[in-house]
């Protein structure tokens, strides 16, 4: 029959609509009716148009599956018929007279089931915006089976891994068994030891291949990747007292991430922002991180060679097996413990008690048990328990102690905790005094007592020197101190600023808990809290404690209220009650740079563009401070971990508790240096001169730090350059320069090398010795956008060729590697 399609286009459409309604439905409807089906290239669309459910074929494969996909079938999430694939193109999904969501052939075989047992006479299933396919029971409107509760290979926000402690239920996340099957594979995970819970990775089920070590309320304490900050939103709740259940989520709903354990039981992490996609991280392990590569009592370091050995007071148990590397059978304690003594009749030593040894930043073993003890009783009572091998104690946990072989040790070179194990009292002879060992050797005993004898006699003079000094200042030192407070207080005008009640802000912290905790430094803690009205916030505390408080505190009110710039972290209000001074912030998701570009997983997701993007924000934030602001701004602490990064790695500067305002002098002088190691100019750091010169120099640390990925301190020990500026001038003097570019960037940007290095070049100018020589930060910003094409030869650069030269130091400091970066230093001395 020939149709007429001019004469009959509006019956057409209505046909066509009918026929649409008659064979299942539309892709654009998120809800699937019993009286509905889908088939072919039809689809369920959640209400937003992000998630689909329909059939598709993997690559490399013959074989259909129902499946949800997020954005594109690339990024699959759930499969339903994982097991059972359709062999042809037939197959069709629909709610069956039972109420079960049901995926039946061509022969009207049932291939897959929702298989619920609660039957109802009407159902619908509807695909959420979480991506979560749920059936309900039309008549009640009770939830009959939703996807979430049978996940496949993949997580997303809010989606739960979960283990029940009475009927040992478990949701575990199961791997396709390759790239082009997605049936179930050879690796699993799933939530395990639910007292201090950890989550494992299991081989076939059966054998572990890696678990993350106990939760603290904020993190793993066995992965250190989570104390980077990044794999941040990971929380740990609880159903009743017989479910526990672990899932993430992120600060900000436009923020979107898939965790997916692949066929080589590696973990991948993709980040979308507005459905964009934006990174992609893969988690693979190392050897240390497999489970028990050391076998019982062997601890694995990956710096060391060999990298296992035994703990000590234990040897190989099998040493033939371990020259050979061979570790399985791990190691055999030496001396017998003083229970195990007496049991066997031996009055050896005395009857002396066993002792620890504290092993720092480790992983603890497996089989931890709990104990509800404070701190200082946790090693006491694992002493009087004959049975206990060793004990930690974190904050977040409590008492750990151990009572099976000590397996799955790894020495870590940050993070961990401090494990302490037990050992006779002889084995401390060979040890002597080593980390952790409360007591002296035995023959040491006698000199401690006839040294304390004169000890004692000075330390009576001294204290009674000292007590009289005190007194005599204290008039006079409480006077200057309640004088500067008040004059602090005074200019700092807090009804400009909204102020929030403490009741507020503990509630939104859960008191102030230590899961909410983003960090800590010399001011005090740093939480993150949730508002009444869904907003994040972080919260920064001032620790009674802390003796550099208060005039920073006020200090930064009086600032950071009066700033108002995209590429300045918002202030939102304080809170004052009593002795209780808070600082509420805008919450930054992704925490701070140097989290990023000093990590050597982090700094992969930083490519050139987003790096560039990052330096001209942090470039505009200045120009603000020093040009454009009702106040002229010097920062005097301008470095990598006070530059926040927002959900879309926009830069924010941060801490303003060391800023100062200026009038516009070439150079201010101050007794009082404060600020970082590392950033501060030569001018400020030796004479206490500052302008916004000091900020420039600081400003071109950091974008050497961006682009090398190195920190500026991480030469201290290298014999030829103190710092990374020191090291990348001879790069710039032999030629050489490009080899400063971070691999990471330097491999996948052949077409922006030149804007690497002119870069580099405008760093170089920043940091020059004289300050008068550095440009401002209007002509840097100039240059960096190429409004300035010729730039001009750097002249020397400020850095120190030795250490010992400097006189800023003190030799205690000398011995910190690497930790200057990190502390903020009040209270040198300039000449």
Not at 312 to 328: H, I, T
Not at 597 to 605: A, E, H, M
Not at 655 to 678: M, P, Q, S
Not at 775 to 795: A, D, G, K, Q
Request: aromatic share 10%.
């Amino acid at each position: 029959m020939t149709v007429n399609i001019m004469g009959w286009g509006s019956h057409a459409c209505l046909l066509n609509a009918l026929l649409i309604s008659l064979l299942g439905l539309t892709s654009a409807g998120d809800t699937l009716t019993s009286s509905q089906s889908i088939t072919g290239s039809q689809t369920l669309t959640s209400n937003d148009s992000v998630f689909k459910l329909g059939f598709f074929t993997p690559q490399n494969s013959t074989h259909r599956y129902v499946g949800i996909w997020y954005l594109n079938q690339s990024n699959l999430v759930w499969i339903a018929n994982r097991d059972q694939p359709l062999l042809d193109s037939s197959g069709v999904l629909t709610i069956s007279k039972d109420g079960n969501l049901v995926l039946v052939d061509a022969k009207k075989t049932v291939l897959w089931s929702s298989n619920v047992s609660n039957t109802a006479t009407t159902a619908t299933a509807q695909l959420q915006r979480s991506g979560n396919l749920v059936l309900k029971d039309d008549s009640t409107g009770q939830t009959l089976w939703e996807s979430f509760k049978h996940p496949c290979d993949a997580a997303v926000p809010t989606m739960r891994i979960s283990a029940n402690r009475v009927t040992g239920e478990k949701l575990r996340f199961v791997s396709w068994k390759t790239a082009s099957d997605p049936s179930s594979g050879y690796y699993s995970a799933s939530l395990e030891r639910l007292d201090a819970p950890e989550v494992f990775l299991w081989v076939n089920g059966t054998r572990p291949y890696w678990r993350t070590g106990p939760w603290n309320g904020r993190i793993f304490i066995g992965t250190p990747l989570m104390s980077t900050g990044y794999l941040y939103g990971w929380n740990v709740g609880y159903e009743g007292e017989e479910t526990v259940y672990l899932t993430y989520s992120f600060a900000d709903p436009s923020s979107f991430g898939i965790l997916t354990l692949t066929p080589q039981g590696k973990l991948k992490l993709l980040r979308y922002y507005n459905n964009k996609y934006v990174l992609k991280m893969d988690l693979g392990f190392s050897v240390c991180d497999a489970y028990g590569t050391c076998g019982a009592f062997g601890t694995c370091n990956e710096k060391s060679s060999p990298i296992c050995s035994c703990l000590s007071g234990y040897e190989p148990r099998n040493g033939e097996e371990w020259s050979r590397k061979n570790w399985s059978s791990g190691c055999v304690r030496k001396v017998a413990l003083k229970c195990e003594r007496l049991k066997n009749g031996s009055q050896s030593e005395g009857g002396r008690e066993d002792e620890f040894l504290k092993l720092g930043t480790m992983k603890v073993p497996d089989f931890a048990q709990r104990l509800d003890v404070e701190e200082d009783k946790c090693g006491t009572q694992c002493l009087q328990n004959c049975s206990c091998l060793a004990y930690a104690y974190d904050a977040g946990i409590g008492c750990l102690y151990w009572t099976e072989d000590l397996i799955d040790l790894q020495k870590f070179e940050t993070a961990g905790v401090d494990l302490y194990i037990r050992l006779a009292y002889s084995e401390f002879q060979s040890i002597g005094d080593a980390p952790g060992h409360a007591n002296k050797r035995g023959k040491r005993l006698i000199i401690g007592i006839t040294v304390a004898t004169a000890g004692t006699i000075i330390f009576v003079i001294c204290a009674y020197l000292a007590i009289r000094t005190f007194h005599l200042r204290k008039g006079n030192a409480t006077h200057s101190e309640n004088q500067r407070v008040t004059d602090v207080q005074k200019p700092a005008k807090l009804d400009e600023l909204p102020l929030f009640d403490f009741k507020v802000v503990a509630n939104a912290t859960n008191d102030f808990h230590l899961a909410n905790t983003l960090g800590k430094g010399g001011f005090g803690p740093v939480y993150k809290g949730l508002l009444p009205d869904g907003q994040e916030i972080a919260v920064k505390r001032l620790s009674k404690a802390s003796g550099q408080g208060v005039e920073e505190f006020m200090n930064e009110v009086v600032v950071i209220s009066k700033l108002q710039h995209r590429n300045l972290v918002k202030l939102l209000g304080c809170c004052i009650e009593g002795d209780e001074k808070m600082l509420i912030y805008e919450f930054m998701p992704n925490k701070s740079l140097d989290a990023f570009i000093f990590d050597p997983l982090q700094r992969k997701l930083l490519d050139w563009k987003k790096r560039f993007n990052i330096i001209e924000g942090i470039a505009r934030g200045l120009l603000y401070l020093h040009r454009d602001s009702r106040l002229k701004i010097i920062h005097r602490d301008l470095k990598a971990s006070n530059i926040l990064l927002d959900a879309e790695m926009n830069p924010k500067i941060s801490d303003f508790g060391l800023a100062r305002i200026y009038k516009g002098e070439d150079e201010i002088n101050t007794k009082r240096v404060v600020g970082t190691y590392g950033y501060m100019s030569p001018e400020y750091a030796m004479e206490g001169l500052f302008s916004e010169k000091s900020d420039v120099y600081s400003f071109g640390v950091l974008l050497l730090e961006i682009i090398s990925g190195k920190r500026n301190t991480s030469f201290r020990n290298d014999d030829q350059s103190l710092s990374l500026i020191g090291y990348a001038w001879n790069l710039w003097n032999e030629g050489s320069i490009r080899s400063l570019v971070d691999p990471e960037i330097s491999a996948s940007v052949s077409d922006s090398e030149d804007h690497i290095l002119r870069c580099i070049h405008i760093g170089f100018l920043c940091v020059q010795e004289v300050a008068k020589t550095r440009p401002t930060m209007t002509t840097v910003l100039s240059m960096l956008n190429s409004e300035i094409s010729h730039l001009p030869t750097p002249r020397q650069v400020a850095f120190v060729q030795k250490y010992h030269s400097s006189s800023l130091e003190s030799s205690s400091q000398e011995n910190q590697c690497n930790s200057n970066n990190h502390v903020t230093l009040t209270e040198i001395r300039g000449r």
